[in-house]
């Protein structure tokens, strides 16, 4: 497919002010630092990293919820980075957002048919009865009982509601979905059904998916590319199967070693690795390479220069000196690029 969704350079930052009269800005809490990624339509990308990394402020910039600080935001080939969501109606439902935890958006005074329904109210496109139908037919497109049209809130579990939040996004015929951490409130058991439902209804309404998670086992199956931040950063990016069967960063080594699985070989027979201590301040992050404070990999040159993202194999690129399971030529073609 074509690219639907192109970030370059994105960047959030949230000044911090000191002084209760006059205030005076200190600092700044760099959340999103430079961020660059494309999308195709009709695919998925994966953003994972611990929290604090930035990428709910990046879900919440490309859905408009957040005005970047810099960089660009080109949808459809249109630059929408300082369109705000009040001035563009179509843009609006164009790109929808699916929350954590969907009770806390779900109006418990109001009916699931009445929720799923407002969309097509606002459009004014259907008579009453047509309204009911559409609903229940999205209804049953997320696997609730269509019969359930006059239930509350309350009346479902979390998956269910899960579901009710799903379809009520749907309803506005979306191209872009950013779900932020979809399924993380929800019982293991549920987690996958939920998942599921997302890839089927990708097909089915030719949707195209940012998924937010803080676990690489989440998005593994759904995603058809993964991105992982830390303190603001992308430190790597790449296919799927390239970056799950070879990962290039410590960093991600050391997550997908941390992933409980019963067959050691999906960690590539690989040791579990305990990362050093806690996440540093995002106000004051390491220099140079951010993650060189944890990383057992380090030497004297990733606090003193940056490293920058090169894509080592195809389609995968990687932000380190001395990446693991890269190609023989890779530290030459990093020190080049730095
Ligand atoms: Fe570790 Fe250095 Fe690579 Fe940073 S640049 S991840 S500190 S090896």
Redesign the pocket.
């Known amino acids: 497919g074509e690219v639907l969704l192109e970030v370059s350079g994105l960047r959030k930052h949230f000044p911090v002010t000191r002084g209760a009269v006059v205030k005076r800005q200190v600092g700044a809490v760099k959340a999103v630092d430079g961020v660059d990624f494309t999308v195709r339509a009709g695919r998925t990308l994966g953003l994972v990293g611990e929290s604090g990394c930035g990428k709910t402020t990046t879900g919440r910039m490309i859905t408009r919820l957040l005005e970047p600080t810099d960089g660009r935001i080109v949808f459809e080939g249109r630059d929408i980075t300082h369109v705000s969501q009040g001035t563009m109606r179509p843009l609006r439902r164009d790109i929808q957002m699916i929350f954590q935890d969907p009770y806390s958006s779900l109006n418990p005074r109001k009916t699931v048919g009445s929720i799923v329904g407002a969309p097509f109210h606002l459009q004014n496109v259907a008579t009453e009865a047509g309204v009911k139908k559409a609903v229940q037919d999205l209804l049953d497109v997320v696997g609730l009982n269509p019969e359930h049209y006059n239930r509350y809130p309350h009346e479902f579990s979390g998956g269910q509601r899960q579901r009710i939040g799903i379809a009520r996004t749907l309803a506005l015929r979306p191209k872009l979905i950013v779900a932020d951490e979809p399924v993380s409130a929800l019982d293991v058991s549920i987690q996958a059904q939920v998942v599921n439902l997302l890839e089927d209804l990708q097909d089915e309404f030719h949707l195209t998916y940012v998924v937010i998670a803080h676990d690489l086992s989440v998005v593994r199956h759904i995603s058809d590319q993964v991105g992982v931040m830390y303190l603001g950063k992308m430190?790597e990016l790449g296919d799927n199967e390239s970056l799950y069967d070879g990962p290039m960063?410590?960093?991600t080594v050391a997550l997908l070693s941390a992933v409980p699985v019963p067959d050691p070989s999906v960690r590539g027979g690989r040791e579990r690795i305990r990362l050093q201590g806690d996440v540093p301040s995002p106000l004051n992050p390491p220099t140079a390479?951010r993650?060189?404070t944890r990383?057992w990999?380090?030497?004297e040159?990733?606090g003193q220069v940056e490293?920058p993202m090169v894509e080592l194999k195809p389609g995968h690129q990687v932000?380190?000196?001395?990446?693991e399971n890269a190609p023989p030529d890779a530290e030459s073609r990093v020190a080049k690029a730095a």
């Open positions: 430190v960063h410590p960093y390479c993650f060189h990383c990999k380090a030497q040159v990733c490293p932000a380190c000196h001395f990446p």
